[in-house]
T-cell receptor, first 114, second 113 residues
Framework: KAGVTQTPRYLIKTRGQQVTLSCSPI?????VSWYQQTPGQGLQFLFE???????NKGNFPGRFSGRQFSNSRSEMNVSTLELGDSALYLC?????????????FGPGTRLLVL | AQSVTQLDSQVPVFEEAPVELRCNYS??????LFWYVQYPNQGLQLLLK??????LVKGINGFEAEFNKSQTSFHLRKPSVHISDTAEYFC???????????FGKGTTLSVSS
């Protein structure tokens, strides 16, 4: 079974721009979660989508948004980029996001904001 | 609120030596516990998890962890490490009925010969 894929793997943007990251979950998985990883803050939960609905949300500003399509693929959008948005963005998928399920992570998208 | 503390940010060890990576958590609700490993320029890979049952959990690559409810700890151990174990290790908790993993800051394990 193919793993979680994320595109693009690397991205360079300038302040003020917006960016869209994509995540394709493992086939059959319906829950997709997004995390931001930075050296200072570590791994922080952004949001989780299940069946095209945002089910859970972390403590990030409204510039961070996402959506999920009917095939469970998910996109994350960051508008008005700031230098502090430079990070590795990881997505993880699981079957239903239930407490007993393991989240499988993709390789991440490394975003650099200049 | 839940939080996870990984007590050592860096752990240097020699090859074939035993290692313990420490993890403590605080939570007002019951949680499930996880250890993930991240190799350079890669995503996270699950090493092991504790959901219920035996407090000693065995994972991949020879790692194991022990859940200690009274001490709210979930330390990761390996009796003999290899150079290839060099990576960053993350302890995480998942509140029961929750869907968001809460991670510790990570411990960098450096194995040298």
């Amino acid at each position: 079974k193919a793993g979680v894929t994320q595109t693009p793997r690397y991205l360079i943007k300038t302040r003020g721009q917006q960016v869209t990251l994509s995540c394709s979950p493992i086939s059959g998985h319906r829950s997709v979660s997004w995390y931001q990883q930075t050296p200072g803050q570590g791994l922080q939960f952004l949001f989780e989508y299940f069946s095209e609905t945002q089910r859970n949300k972390g403590n990030f500003p409204g510039r961070f948004s996402g959506r999920q399509f009917s095939n469970s693929r998910s996109e994350m959008n960051v508008s008005t980029l700031e230098l502090g948005d430079s990070a590795l963005y990881l997505c993880a998928s699981s079957g239903t996001g239930g407490f007993q399920e393991t989240q499988y992570f993709g390789p991440g998208t490394r975003l650099l904001v200049l | 609120a839940q939080s996870v503390t990984q007590l050592d940010s860096q752990v240097p060890v020699f090859e074939e030596a035993p290692v313990e990576l420490r993890c403590n958590y605080s939570s007002s609700v019951s949680v499930y516990l996880f250890w993930y490993v991240q190799y350079p320029n890669q995503g996270l890979q699950l090493l092991l998890k504790y959901l219920s049952g035996s407090t000693l959990v065995k994972g991949i690559n020879g790692f194991e962890a022990e859940f200690n409810k009274s001490q709210t700890s979930f330390h990761l151990r390996k009796p003999s490490v290899h150079i290839s174990d060099t990576a960053e290790y993350f302890c995480a908790v998942l509140p029961q009925a929750g869907t968001a993993l809460i991670f510790g800051k990570g411990t960098t394990l450096s194995v040298s010969s």
